[in-house]
Nanobody
């Protein structure tokens, strides 16, 4: 199983980024895909999760209304559209997959390597 994130980078406050998570080695249609982030010096936290039904769960109150989670099973990929970015969104962003959505980092058995997002002027 392999997950590969892409799309991170440096962006000014108020800007947007779209992260992608390419999944291989599993029938992605049967798996939920979650996004986590780890700010500098802090623990990894759940951002959102998208179920096999395409229903989404937003775990981080600070991103509600600004981040949108989606998936494309045909492309075996999930996406995190991040708008109105703030400096406090700076973190390494990870995608993870397992059968069900949970906000617990220990629930997920498969992880990507992470992509750095830096929001700074």
């Amino acid at each position: 199983v392999q997950l590969v994130e892409s799309g991170g980078g440096l962006v000014q406050p108020g800007g947007s980024l779209r992260l992608s998570c390419a999944v291989s080695g599993i029938p992605v249609r049967a798996y939920a895909i979650a996004w986590f982030r780890q700010p500098p010096g802090k623990e990894r936290e759940a951002v959102s999760c998208i179920k096999t039904s395409h229903d989404t769960l937003d775990y981080a109150d600070s991103v509600k209304g600004r981040f949108t989670t989606s998936r494309d099973n045909e492309k075996s990929s999930a996406y995190l559209q991040m708008d109105s970015l703030k400096p406090e969104d700076t973190a390494v962003y990870y995608c993870a997959t397992d059968f069900f959505c949970k906000s617990d980092v220990h629930h997920f058995g498969f992880w990507g390597q992470g992509t750095q997002v830096t929001v700074s002027s």
